[in-house]
């Protein structure tokens, strides 16, 4: 089963910053909702950003005004530019693309991720 590449994770200092990409395959990529996911240690996997086909964003308040989504159809890939980082972000980072109206059921399987790890 076709599964994202996320890269870009690493290691920073509070408010510091990082850019994630997530390679994803397919002709569907152009034309899908992306959405960028993360999951810290004990707790359940959570949405954190959404670009339509479109280019219409959507944030989870928490990363609001901090965090940016953006993709590049040419290059079947999606970025999260993360910027004044917190340690509460730290979490693995997963890309995938929900199923229209749907929050559970997603067209790729899930990648392994990228850790992001915010401590001083």
């Known amino acids: 089963q076709v599964q994202p590449v996320e890269s870009g994770g690493g290691l920073v200092q509070p408010g510091g910053s990082l850019r994630l990409s997530c390679a994803a395959s397919g002709s569907i990529f152009s034309t899908n909702t992306m959405g960028w996911y993360r999951q810290a240690p004990g707790k359940q996997r959570e949405l954190i950003a959404l670009?339509?086909?479109?280019?219409?964003?959507n944030y989870r308040d928490s990363v609001k005004g901090r965090f940016t989504i953006s993709r590049d159809n040419a290059k079947n890939t999606v970025y999260l530019q993360m910027n004044s980082l917190k340690p509460e972000d730290t979490a693995v980072y997963y890309c995938?693309?929900?199923?229209?109206?749907?929050?559970?059921?997603?067209?790729?399987?899930w990648g392994q991720g990228t850790q992001v790890t915010v401590s001083s």
């Open positions: 670009i339509t086909r479109g280019d219409n964003t």
């Open positions: 995938n693309s929900p199923l229209p109206g749907s929050s559970t059921r997603y067209f790729y399987a």
